[in-house]
């Protein structure tokens, strides 16, 4: 049902509901049904159409009489109603149709609702739809064979239950959890004015360190002497990471084998400080397990804005990550300003509906038909790109810029078609093919899995070799002039759909003259291209695991002809039934240097659980923090237990890292894809905690799971340290996060909750947040009761719970009806 608006006068308004029927219509298909209705005064001209984005394929020839939805291109759709009379004030169509796999969420709804009126108006925004509640099991399973129940209060109440609060004194006061920390019950007391020493060498770090004592109080009565930062070996640790910090009343003494150690020492030692200016007197040792661990952001498919950037990078900073994968472009966006090709940014930043005829990308993931309005529009200009840079390298963060190709690179395709033409209406042939990226006369059938047509580099072209190279060197300049060293460009290289460059005369052309027979041949040939270039330059290759594979059949093989140290894989396809299980563990023990981006553990776009409002993908699983956490990176059986299905996976055998394949496993990556941060509050709900628990395993010592043998010791040995870890997080770390200049919109779990002989029983996630309840059918907030115990519901008829930070901004409201428990 549509709620009843008030006509609006003059213009277009259309209300928009939206419902999935059936998940169960057939196999791999879900029906649905959009009601639309006219709210405005005035009639909508014949021949309307209504454009939106969904990730779900419309199944055209399902669409019921009368309606016609037309698939774009990408996530694009158009709705129209063919032969349609004008669309009265009032009126209410209802349009039903089946779409490809199924919707269990908010996520799967199509989104971003635009009117392109028959008349030839502008086009007008109309948002999203009202998503009707996912209530019936055929609307909460994707299928029949759906074996995953949904995440309601019940399943989380069973899922908490082994979790317990534990005393300060059983709780980590450092995270990532350090190689050794020691406290001796005294304390040391420091103030804004506490002197600090340090060599020249630390002028930073003691910058840094200055600005963070600055929140303190100014004067403290026998505040310590000050605080010593300095190089130096730090006993049984090896590395440039590791510290040492050692706090006696009267002074702090933070050594590092490096400033970058120094620094991390810092970071342990901001944690362990109170508002006060309070710290425990100890001794902490400690170093990494992993030299490389990052964390992902995509800015392609949403723009985030330089302040944001900044403020994630100061987050991995708090955490001790020190890989920023920047990935800068995609087929929905082009982010970072080339001079020399001023259309990636001008056509490339910009999605929407142009007014005037300059060309844009259009609308994807629901940005909507005004350009300037849009999430999807925005670049960093050269000046805004060198800030960041230098930001993330006073933090000892290696920024690793990545540009797509050949595959989801339709942005830049499109740009340098737009240029093309420009110089080739003003009769500069040889200008206008100097940077071309597509064979114009390709007749290649290919569909993306984002569902594009259009989205690969003709890679036979001289002039792609131009374009990479134009582009490598203008952001060598750019970290020249920032002061920071550039070591890797990441280039993508996933997911080039099948059929690609099959229908490319430009293609088949190189490839008879070099007697290729295999497209695998050709693709081979452009990597190796691309890694000379950047070899000219300076810097080393990296890709997604696609550029370290060869198919030969039906398997996905390492291909021999890439593997060394400066060719970097990015290792992120390993969910269940993709036959990619033990992809990272076989390429390491092909010579190849791995950096673990799991998708099953660590992709932080995914859905934290199956929930309908619970926003995100799920097509690899479920990634709740204890995901994360739980991630074993050395054990080649580290796999979620149960399939996306939740299935038990029988007859899987997977390849164990050797001696050699380990020592090449560099860390671990967190992968925030943009398709669903359309805000920096929604990016930081995909982000924290997970980034934390990215952080614990990437820095952390070994916990040891893995070698223990009896299946329910290691089991017992798990859950031990996910509960001390879920305190340390509910007692400690989002606390900390709340103290920020800026809180922090972390995802709060809801609350577990189940009603039971008359009583309210509930149960947190992340033992030492607060639960508040309320039995009169209101919203819970800060100052409502405070579940510590069962809460009898005599005469209740409705019980609304939620778990709360300590600023009392609330998790997802839980409802419960007492008449029906």
Partial sequence: MIPNTDRKPGGAAIAIAWECLSNYTRDDAFSARLTLRNDASDPIAPGWALCFNTCRKVIAASVNTGFAIDHVNGDLFRLSMPGGAAWLPGETYTVEYEALHWAISITDAPLGFYLLPGDGAAPLDLGDPEIAPFARPEQRHRMRGDLLPTADAAWRFGQNAALHLLPDS???????????????????????????????????????????????????????????????????????????????????????????????????????????????????????????????LDVARHFAGVSTVLRLLDCMAAYKLNRFHFHLTDDEGWRLAIGALPELTAVGARRGVSLDGSPCLPPSFGSGADIEASAGSGFYTASEFIAILRHAHARHIEVIPEFNMPGHARAAVTAMRVRYQRLLEADDREGAQAYLLSDPDDASRYESVQLWHDNVICIALPSVDRFIDTVVGEVCMLYREAGVPLRVIHTGG??????????????????????????????????????????????????????????????????????????????????????????????????????????????????????????????????????????????????????????????VALHALDAAGRARIAGLQGQLWGENARSRARLEYLALPRLIALAERAWAPDPGWQDVADTQQRTALALRDWNEFANRLGQRELPRLDRARRPWDYRLPPPGAVLRAGFLHANVALPGLAVHYTLDGLAPQADSPRWDRPVPLEGAREVRLASFDTRGRASRIVTLNVEQS
């Fill in 170 to 296: 059983q709780v980590g006061r450092i995270t990532p959890r350090p190689q050794s920390a020691r406290f001796d019950g005294r304390s040391c007391l420091l103030s804004r004015h506490a002197p600090l020493s340090y060599a020249p060498a630390l002028g930073n770090e003691a910058s840094l360190l200055a600005a963070m004592l600055g929140g303190l109080p100014g004067a403290v009565p026998d505040a310590c002497a000050g605080i010593v930062l300095e190089i130096g070996e730090v006993e049984d640790m090896a590395g440039t990471e590791a510290y040492l910090l050692d706090i006696v009343p009267g002074q702090v003494r933070i050594r590092g084998t490096s400033a970058h150690g120094v620094f991390n020492g810092i970071q342990s030692l901001a944690q362990l400080l109170s508002p006060q200016g309070v710290l425990p007197a100890g001794q902490v040792v400690d170093a990494p397990r992993f030299g490389y661990r990052g964390m992902m």
């Fill in 494 to 651: 996933d997911e080039v759909p099948p059929g690609a460059w099959l229908g490319s005369p430009r293609c088949r052309a190189l490839m008879q003259e070099r007697g290729w027979t295999d497209v695998q041949q050709l693709h081979d040939d452009f990597l190796e291209r691309c890694r000379a270039i950047l070899a000219r330059h300076g810097v080393e290759f990296a890709g997604w695991d696609e550029t370290a594979l060869v198919r030969e059949g039906e398997r996905l093989l390492p291909n021999p002809r890439f593997a060394g140290p400066d060719f970097h894989v990015y290792v992120w396809n390993n969910a269940w039934g993709s036959g990619q299980e033990d992809c990272a563990q076989r390429l390491a023990n092909a010579g190849y240097d791995v950096v673990l981006s799991n998708a099953a553990n660590l992709y932080f776009d995914l859905a934290y659980a199956k929930h309908p409002q619970e926003p995100g993908y799920y097509w690899a699983g479920f990634v709740g923090t204890r995901h994360a956490f739980g991630f074993c990176p050395l054990d080649a059986g580290a796999m979620p237990a149960v399939d996306p299905m939740g299935r038990v996976p029988e007859g």
